[in-house]
């Protein structure tokens, strides 16, 4: 038979360990006496389960997390749409061919070659001369200039060959002459045009009284020219040297020394092959100047009439670099005039038994230019 069990509650002796009977008030082998709080601590302990750790959060610290929580996904959303938005890189095949077999060419179309297409020269036009008509007034007709329809027909110079039924080629387009302005340039700009210049080279030790010394130009001349503020100069420095400028050489004798012949005029205004046709015109001849003109120096201005022929011309000396033609040499007849014109420096030389001035060259004659000049009659007076 099996051992009965023993159901009835008990208790544990504190000290010894013995296993009591619940209603023992003394352990039986130590002795110890029980006390009621041990046994109802015993009796009334209840069997709990196992229950979640519980977390307490203040408010404060809800919304940071939150917060932290939001971010966190913002990042994430970003993220993903940059990776979305990356370019897509398309891996190409290298394909190899083998030398057996061998590609077939394509002819490409035939592309067309540009080809300069010229453009057609205007033809002249046909005019038949009607009575009363002058060079000067089918010119005007036509917008040309007369030594154009001179040169078109091999037309005498003064153009006074016309007859009635006489067709005439008319050349088209021609560029009407436009007038320069007859203004005054400043003396000083034209004298440094025409100044002849030496170009120097500052070197080691140089001062600017031994380059003045060297080619006897003064040194408040260098320095003016060269728009220097002191007497100092720097080696390496570029210098214009005005050769116009050179003093006359100092000597015992007492016949002053005579400057070297002039260089040749050059003339500035107005243009070669001008045309002036207003009634009130100026005709402002101007040239630059060749240096500083002694007091017996000047320059001799020369204008002919072409067309008049041989006898009609004036010559007038002048001191400034400028002469206005007089009014009185415009001709009154109903052809235009061509008039030539130069300028050559002169020097007194003596006077005649009349008491007239004699003058004789000192330097080169300018080369000469043309200008074309309508008649009174003919010439064209500006609407207001």
Request: net charge negative; charged share 15%.
């Given at each position: 038979m099996s051992p009965e069990k023993n159901t009835s509650p008990t208790q544990i002796c504190p000290t010894c360990g013995t296993r009591l009977s619940i209603d023992a008030n003394r352990c039986l082998v130590c002795g110890t006496e029980l006390t009621k709080s041990e046994k109802s601590t015993k009796t009334n302990k209840a069997v709990q389960g196992s229950r979640l750790p519980q977390i307490t959060l203040s408010l404060p610290v809800a919304f940071g997390l939150f917060a932290l929580l939001l971010g966190f996904g913002a990042i994430v959303v970003y993220v993903a749409l940059q990776r979305a938005a990356a370019p897509v890189q398309v891996v190409t095949e290298t394909v190899t061919l083998t030398p057996t077999s061998a590609p077939s060419l394509t002819a490409s179309p035939?592309?067309?070659?540009?080809?300069?297409?010229?453009?057609?020269?205007?033809?002249?036009?046909?005019?038949?001369?009607?009575?009363?008509?002058t060079c000067g007034s089918i010119a005007f007709s036509f917008d040309v200039t007369i030594q154009s329809l001179v040169l078109q027909n091999d037309l005498p110079a003064d153009c006074s060959t016309l007859i009635e039924g006489q067709v005439l080629q008319i050349p088209q387009p021609t560029p009407t002459a436009t007038t320069l302005?007859?203004?005054?340039?400043?003396?000083?700009?034209?004298?440094?045009?025409?100044?002849?210049?030496?170009?120097?080279?500052?070197?080691?030790n140089d001062t600017l009284s031994a380059i003045s010394l060297n080619y006897n130009v003064r040194m408040d001349a260098i320095r003016d020219w060269n728009g220097l503020v002191n007497d100092v100069v720097r080696?390496?420095?570029?210098?214009?040297i005005p050769l116009c400028m050179r003093?006359?050489?100092?000597?015992?004798?007492?016949?002053?020394?005579?400057?070297?012949?002039?260089?040749?005029?050059?003339?500035?205004?107005?243009?070669?092959?001008?045309?002036?046709?207003q009634i009130n015109e100026i005709i402002t001849l101007q040239w630059a100047s060749v240096g500083n003109l002694r007091e017996n120096e000047a320059y001799?201005?020369?204008?002919?009439?072409l067309t008049e022929g041989q006898g009609r011309k004036i010559v007038?000396?002048?001191?400034?670099?400028?002469?206005?033609?007089?009014?009185?040499?415009?001709?009154?007849?109903?052809?235009?005039?061509?008039?030539?014109?130069?300028?050559?420096?002169?020097?007194?030389a003596g006077t005649d038994e009349e008491g007239n001035t004699v003058w004789e060259p000192a330097g080169a004659v300018s080369a000469s230019r043309v200008f074309t000049w309508l008649s009174q009659s003919e010439a064209v007076t500006p609407a207001p």
């Open positions: 035939d592309i067309p070659t540009p080809s300069h297409t010229p453009q057609p020269t205007v033809t002249p036009l046909a005019y038949t001369v009607k009575l009363g008509d302005p007859s203004a005054t340039l400043n003396p000083a700009e034209s004298t440094k045009a025409a100044c002849p210049l030496d170009f120097y080279t500052v070197k080691e080696f390496g420095q570029q210098l214009e003093e006359a050489t100092p000597g015992p004798s007492p016949t002053p020394t005579l400057p070297p012949p002039y260089p040749p005029v050059n003339l500035l205004l107005p243009a070669d092959g001008a045309v002036f046709a001799a201005v020369s204008v002919e009439d007038e000396y002048v001191s400034d670099t400028k002469y206005i033609v007089p009014a009185s040499f415009r001709t009154g007849d109903s052809i235009p005039h061509i008039y030539r014109w130069w300028v050559l420096t002169v020097r007194q």
